[in-house]
């Protein structure tokens, strides 16, 4: 249960730093993901919470990202994609489903309020990463 709680802290501080960095230079690391997705691995399968094949599943949902971030030419970021393939570490498949869905939805209301108030535009884009933190949020409230 201890190292449950450590899983879940420890993947709110890198959402936490990653929401930061993509908000201030439109980059997340290569090497803090890498460190973010074997801790989570390590913690998840040391904790024995997760089989095997759900942390799988769970990085699948980040890899199907990537494949839309490659086939929409950079659309959907590739450091965002990534980030879903490291929570899914942490999560397994269906949190990290449930985060994929609440960080969607609270992206769409933020843009549809910047496009009512004429502040972005259609052809804008921003930093996702801060809708995920937002949206892992939202997931520890269902836990």
């Known amino acids: 249960m201890i190292l449950i709680t450590i899983s879940k802290s420890l993947l709110l501080l890198f ?8 908000g201030t230079t439109r980059k997340v690391g290569l090497l803090p ?3 973010a997705f074997v801790s989570g691995a390590a913690l998840q399968i040391t904790a024995g919470e997760i089989r095997l094949y759900e942390l799988a599943l769970g990085c699948a949902v980040g890899v199907v990202l990537v494949l839309i971030s490659y ?19 942490f ?10 869905f609440f960080s969607l939805v609270l ?6 309020v910047m496009l009512i108030f004429r502040k972005r535009s259609l052809k804008d884009s921003f930093p996702f990463a801060p809708f995920i933190l937002g949206g ?4 520890l409230s269902m836990l």
Do not use: H, P, Q
Request: one cysteine or more.
């Open 91 to 100: 999560l397994g498949i269906r949190e990290n489903i449930f985060l994929l």
């Open 136 to 139: 892992y949020v939202c997931v």
């Open 107 to 112: 992206a769409a209301v933020f843009s549809a």
């Open 71 to 89: 086939l929409s030419r950079g659309a959907l970021g590739m450091g965002d994609a990534l980030l879903f393939i490291t929570s899914g570490a």
């Open 33 to 35: 993901l890498a460190a």
């Open 15 to 22: 959402l936490g730093y990653f929401a930061y960095t993509d």
